[in-house]
């Protein structure tokens, strides 16, 4: 499925445009691992973090309670998301900390709009199974990294280590929402390790339900 930004805008606010309201009450069953990210992101004093494709800005808000020594950003393609992700930031008190910004997760120009070139960290939180170019968009994060930077990912795995049953099941769920595991991520992973000035941790969570990994910009 291609999109051009516009219309990839326009479906992204037609899944999300109810579901935002319930969106983080549910989702916290089955978007695993996310918390661990955020645990682990421990970005240094000063520091700068973005979240590509931030949704209703739970991540952001929940990263910038633990590390209250840094500045986070987050930007997505969803103006209903935003309009969600701005009453949250707001309500908590962090509009000071937090700045978000509509955008491309595929083409994104993070010195436009918010005036930071290259940051400490960044993270994808189940965001390429919902990008059809998605390969795109974890090109663009890694352009997005400081040097000594570190990218994390976690996103549905193959479930390879779980029964059939469940792994038919729940793609067939997902796919009512256009999501679509990337098979091929540690694939792609692998690549990004083979290349020059990167280092690549990575895992499978919950039997292979979901991947997780940490990209660092050695040079």
Same mark, same amino acid.
């Given at each position: 499925?291609?999109?051009?930004?516009?219309?990839?805008?326009?479906?992204?606010?037609?899944?999300?445009?109810?579901?935002?309201?319930?969106?983080?009450?549910?989702?916290?069953?089955?978007?695993?691992? /996310?918390?661990? $990210?955020?645990?682990? &992101? %421990?970005?240094?004093?000063? @520091?700068?973090? !973005?979240?590509?494709?931030?949704?209703?800005?739970?991540?952001?808000?929940?990263?910038?309670?633990?590390?209250?020594?840094?500045?986070?950003?987050?930007?997505?393609?969803?103006?209903?998301?935003?309009?969600?992700?701005?009453?949250?930031?707001?309500?908590?008190?962090?509009?000071?900390?937090?700045?978000?910004?509509?955008?491309?997760?595929?083409?994104?120009?993070?010195?436009?709009?918010?005036?930071?070139?290259?940051?400490?960290?960044?993270?994808?939180?189940?965001?390429?199974?919902?990008?059809?170019?998605? /390969?795109?968009? $974890?090109?663009?994060? &890694? %352009?997005?990294?400081?040097? @000594?930077?570190? !990218?994390?990912?976690?996103?549905?795995?193959?479930?390879?280590?779980?029964?059939?049953?469940?792994?038919?099941?729940?793609?067939?769920?997902?796919?009512?929402?256009?999501?679509?595991?990337?098979?091929?991520?540690?694939?792609?992973?692998?690549?990004?390790?083979?290349?020059?000035?990167?280092?690549?941790?990575?895992?499978?969570?919950?039997?292979?339900?979901?991947?997780?990994?940490?990209?660092?910009?050695?040079?």
């Amino acid at each position: 499925m291609a999109h051009t930004d516009a219309s990839a805008a326009e479906h992204m606010d037609a899944i999300y445009r109810y579901q935002r309201y319930i969106y983080d009450l549910t989702r916290k069953y089955y978007l695993l691992g /996310r918390d661990r $990210l955020v645990g682990e &992101l %421990a970005p240094p004093d000063g @520091g700068s973090v !973005l979240e590509v494709a931030c949704g209703t800005g739970r991540n952001l808000i929940t990263a910038a309670r633990r590390y209250r020594q840094a500045q986070f950003y987050g930007f997505d393609i969803s103006s209903a998301m935003l309009d969600t992700a701005r009453g949250s930031i707001e309500r908590a008190g962090l509009g000071g900390r937090i700045q978000i910004a509509h955008g491309d997760a595929t083409a994104f120009e993070a010195n436009k709009m918010f005036g930071v070139a290259t940051f400490d960290r960044v993270f994808i939180s189940y965001a390429l199974s919902m990008i059809p170019p998605w /390969r795109g968009a $974890l090109q663009q994060a &890694l %352009a997005a990294l400081a040097p @000594g930077g570190q !990218l994390f990912i976690v996103d549905f795995g193959n479930q390879a280590r779980l029964p059939r049953w469940f792994k038919r099941a729940l793609r067939r769920w997902l796919a009512q929402f256009s999501v679509t595991p990337r098979d091929d991520l540690s694939t792609e992973l692998e690549k990004i390790a083979a290349m020059p000035g990167y280092k690549v941790k990575r895992m499978a969570l919950y039997r292979g339900y979901a991947v997780y990994a940490v990209v660092t910009r050695t040079s």
